[in-house]
């Protein structure tokens, strides 16, 4: 039985979520701050996480920056509003499993714990990290697309693939840059031997230098045993190091040699091994505008460079990512939808899809199994990705205590509105939460940040 840790300050959220999966036959550890969610991952073993993103103490990225330094992998599922769709992206990007947005669909939800802890085992202590994905499939698959940037994409993929230069795999969050590095390993000539990926930006400190370059018994606390680096694992092959900004100045050193020289040295061990190992890189970011990358590591990985385009700017190739990811969906959860809406394809169409690929992926995911027949329709939409689109570019109301929904209003007028709201609700504060329909912690938050007592 799977045990979860919730961690929601959300009192009465928090107890619909633990009756929910308790029901469903987990067990469920509550925490209502950043510090006890912490607290709590010192002393017990939990197989998931479901976090709130905002808490009163922090935010949920606290939680998973408290996991990754302890050395621990435990798979987690952020939940955050829609309008904060681009912070969870970053929180893919540290480690989360997966975001879900709200209000919570129940039946999203435990579709999205059953796919966190498919095949995961229970958070493992340093220095048994979790093994690196060595097989598996990229979210996009095979959909390569036809667009210009699409052609382009794939030239370049199929021009560097059979060299054994260093490539540095650019783009936003969720556009599929593993994928791009498993194209070009498939084309390359070392196709037969392993590709061996690892997140970087799961690796603390200590562990980076021993996953990668593995250690000897006895090295460190807790060494109880010698450990193969992933440098050893893919010799001969691809190894690709996702989120590379992510790695301390220490072990960029480290890096740095293993790729001049070949060799690489275990943590504790006074000899060295050689490796023959083609190294792709991806990143999210300026690496060199960061002020955190050598600049001698920033040349050796960048010996090609493939820039891999956002979403917004592949709308040529647009339809055949929702046909690819409708039907994936349709097998997955046993739906049959054949068509969308045309609202829907108004909203896709208008949207400007921040987290790329996966967000696409993730909302087609909820819309089918939200869907009973074979039309997709505007309702089994997240609301607000369907409110964001209606009232963009839309002349914004005068803010008014009759007209109180918050979600109407620029920040300018929040102060204001909350005032009279708060009056008008006798300073009843789930009262005027309710009216301004927001949820009640984000009202604090936002008497707070007016400086409204």
């Not at 220095?127 to 698959?141: C, M, V």
């Not at 929040?414 to 005027?432: G, T």
Request: a neutral charge.
């Amino acid at each position: 039985m799977a045990n979860i840790l919730l961690v929601e300050d959300d009192t009465t959220f928090a107890a619909i979520l633990e009756n929910f999966l308790k029901k469903k036959g987990f067990d469920v550890s509550v925490k209502y701050s950043v510090k006890s969610g912490i607290e709590a991952l010192k002393h017990e073993t939990f197989h998931l996480i479901l976090l709130d993103y905002r808490l009163g103490d922090g935010i949920g990225l606290d939680v998973l920056e408290a996991l990754r330094v302890q050395g621990k992998y435990v798979p987690s599922i952020i939940m955050t509003s829609f309008n904060d769709v681009r912070t969870a992206v970053k929180a893919i990007r540290q480690g989360a499993f997966d975001y879900i947005t709200k209000p919570v669909n129940p039946d999203e939800l435990l579709m999205v714990v059953n796919e966190a802890l498919e095949g995961k085992s229970p958070q493992r202590a340093h220095p048994s990290y979790p093994r690196p994905n060595k097989e598996g499939t990229d979210p996009t698959d095979s959909v390569q697309g036809t667009s210009a940037a699409a052609r382009k994409l794939h030239e370049y993929i199929s021009l560097v693939a059979p060299t054994n230069m260093s490539v540095l795999i650019r783009g936003e969050s969720g556009t599929g840059k593993e994928y791009v590095a498993r194209s070009i390993h498939r084309l390359s000539t070392r196709t037969n031997a392993p590709f061996v990926s690892i997140d970087c930006g799961t690796l603390s400190k200590e562990l980076a230098s021993s996953e990668l370059f593995g250690h000897i018994k006895g090295s460190f606390t807790g060494a109880l045993n010698d450990k193969t680096g992933l440098f050893v694992e893919a010799s001969g092959g691809t190894l690709f190091l996702d989120e590379i900004g992510n790695l301390s100045y220490d072990v960029q050193v480290k890096l740095l040699r293993a790729l001049q020289e070949k060799v690489i040295q275990p943590v504790g061990a006074n000899k060295t091994i050689s490796v023959d190992v083609r190294v792709i890189a991806a990143t999210n970011e300026d690496l060199l505008g960061s002020g955190k990358f050598r600049e001698d590591l920033y040349h050796r990985i960048n010996e090609f460079e493939i820039v891999v385009p956002g979403l917004r700017e592949r709308r040529g190739d647009f339809q055949q990512f929702v046909d690819f990811f409708v039907k994936k969906a349709n097998d997955e959860l046993g739906r049959d939808v054949r068509e969308l809406a045309d609202e829907v394809k108004d909203i896709f169409d208008a949207y400007d899809w921040p987290g790329n690929l996966r967000e696409l992926k993730n909302v087609i995911k909820r819309m089918v199994l939200l869907s009973r027949g074979h039309t997709a329709d505007i309702s089994a939409l997240p609301q607000e990705m369907v409110f964001a689109i209606k009232h963009q570019g839309a002349t914004e109301p005068a803010p008014s205590a009759d007209n109180p929904d918050l979600r109407l209003h620029s920040e300018a007028h929040e102060r204001k509105l909350i005032l009279d709201v708060l009056q008008k609700a006798k300073y009843n504060k789930s009262k005027a939460a309710q009216m301004l329909n927001i949820d009640r912690k984000t009202l604090y938050n936002k008497m707070e940040k007016y400086g409204i007592e």
